[in-house]
T-cell receptor
Framework: TQLLEQSPQFLSIQEGENLTVYCNSS?????LQWYRQEPGEGPVLLVT?????EVKKLKRLTFQFGDARKDSSLHITAAQPGDTGLYLC?????????FGAGTTVTVRA | DSGVTQTPKHLITATGQRVTLRCSPR?????VYWYQQSLDQGLQFLIQ???????AKGNILERFSAQQFPDLHSELNLSSLELGDSALYFC???????????FGSGTRLTVV
């Protein structure tokens, strides 16, 4: 059983469309991070959120941390083929980071 | 280049054998983490070292062991290998626990 549940598992959209990926847990986290992983490579950190209700924007990506620090969402506006990848959320507790199973995003040109 | 170096990149070995995976963390990072990634399990935390000391343990089998040396590089030893140990093994580093992780490119282990 995953500590962090991500949905949807797969997402395929057309270039220019918007998408949202969700990350939910019954546990409270001191911080939550989002990573993107491309085939054959390690995950790359996109953002860290630490405060309940926090919203961070990174160009076309918007990250939100839930008020209770148990859930988070990643919204991509006007998706591009370069956004294709596996998006992973990770929650920090007890000196370690636990990862969700990830959402595979495919953006078609 | 993320700054975290993992060697080798690929490893093919037979069941029952022992292998050692090596990781050099990003310069200045004191924490090293090992993760196993397989298709059905996702990224599973194995073990963390901080400045040479074991800090946290996850789902690490007894056949697996790790250490962090004084120069902060780390090694993950996998013994009595089974087919099910085939996976990508990632090393990550951070300045301190709770910071964002920098991952290496991984070692793809295939046990035949």
């Amino acid at each position: 059983t995953q500590l962090l549940e991500q949905s949807p598992q797969f997402l395929s959209i057309q270039e220019g469309e918007n998408l949202t990926v969700y990350c939910n847990s019954s546990s409270v986290f001191s911080s939550l991070q989002w990573y993107r992983q491309e085939p054959g490579e390690g995950p790359v950190l996109l953002v860290t959120v630490v405060t309940g209700g926090e919203v961070k924007k990174l160009k076309r990506l918007t990250f939100q941390f839930g008020d209770a620090r148990k859930d988070s969402s990643l919204h991509i506006t006007a998706a591009q083929p370069g956004d294709t990848g596996l998006y992973l959320c990770a929650g920090g507790h007890d000196y370690k980071l636990s990862f969700g199973a990830g959402t595979t995003v495919t953006v078609r040109a | 280049d993320s700054g975290v170096t993992q060697t080798p990149k690929h490893l093919i070995t037979a069941t029952g054998q022992r292998v050692t995976l090596r990781c050099s963390p990003r310069s200045g990072d004191l924490s090293v983490y090992w993760y196993q990634q397989s298709l059905d399990q996702g990224l599973q935390f194995l073990i963390q070292y901080y400045n040479g000391e074991e800090r946290a343990k996850g789902n690490i089998l007894e056949r697996f062991s790790a250490q962090q040396f004084p120069d902060l590089h780390s090694e993950l030893n996998l013994s009595s290998l089974e087919l099910g140990d085939s996976a990508l093994y990632f090393c990550a580093s951070s300045v301190a626990s709770g910071d964002g992780y920098t991952f290496g490119s991984g070692t793809r282990l295939t046990v035949v």
